[in-house]
């Protein structure tokens, strides 16, 4: 079946790292999608990965996956408060083009 | 400025009647989607389109009507059958393709409230 799972919520410190887990069920992934979503707004693309790669790194973000477990990782750098927001895993099914998204990580950064 | 725009904002509706949602796209994808969004879930998706004057229904239709004259546009008809309609609604699109690059855009979402 396809199912996407994440934790609801983190609380980090602003400066330290932050790494938010998201699980999927379907081998048949191809990419697998972050999305980052303010506050009243949509949703907006942070980076992806195919599923043949293991890490994938864009300036303050590093995105590892673990294919044997189904393990999606986001790691942010040096958070900071710009980077409250809720954080949607998403994976990409077959040849469609329809994803499947998990519930969202809401990502609270305090002093 | 390209983009995925929706109108509008917000919207209020009284039980029974139907509404339309507005979304319209300028990158000039094949492809385009409604989703629905409630609180503590992910997306749900609604309706594609991969194509002018033809859509499929996603895993919430019921409820739903959508059109696709043009490619630029693909409103979203919530109808009194729907029995939950209040919720954040999101329109995407995308390239239509197999390969890289064919990750889904956003629009700012319409928030409707059924009063």
């Known amino acids: 079946g396809e199912d996407v799972e994440q934790s609801l919520f983190l609380s980090v410190r602003e400066g330290d790292s932050s790494v938010i887990n998201c699980t999927y069920t379907?081998?048949?992934?191809?990419?697998l999608y972050w999305y980052k979503q303010e506050p009243g707004a949509g949703l907006q693309l942070l980076t992806y990965?195919?599923?043949?790669?293991d890490m994938k790194q864009d300036q303050r973000l590093t995105v590892l996956l673990n294919k044997k477990d189904k393990h999606l990782s986001l790691r942010i750098a040096d958070t900071q408060t710009g980077d409250s927001a809720i954080y949607f895993c998403?994976?990409?099914?077959?040849?469609?083009?329809?994803?499947?998204f998990g519930a969202g990580t809401r990502l609270a950064v305090h002093p | 400025d390209g983009g995925i725009t929706q109108s509008p904002k917000y919207l209020f509706r009284k039980e029974g009647q139907n509404v339309t949602l507005s979304c319209e796209q300028n990158?000039?994808?094949?492809?385009m989607y409604w989703y629905r969004q409630d609180p503590g879930q992910g997306l749900r998706l609604i309706y594609y389109?991969?194509?002018?004057?033809?859509?499929q229904k996603g895993d919430i239709a019921e409820g739903y009507s959508v059109s696709r004259e043009k490619k630029e546009s693909f409103p979203l008809t919530v109808t009194s059958a729907q029995k939950n309609p209040t919720a954040f609604y999101l329109c995407?699109?995308?390239?239509?393709?197999?390969?890289?690059?064919?990750?889904?855009?956003f629009g700012p979402g319409t928030r409707l409230t059924v009063l």
């Open positions: 995407a699109s995308s390239p239509w393709t197999s390969g890289e690059g064919n990750e889904q855009f």
């Open positions: 379907d081998s048949s992934s191809t990419y």
């Open positions: 990965i195919f599923s043949n790669m």
């Open positions: 998403a994976e990409k099914i077959g040849g469609y083009n329809k994803l499947i």
């Open positions: 990158l000039n994808h094949d492809a």
């Open positions: 389109s991969q194509i002018v004057n033809d859509f």
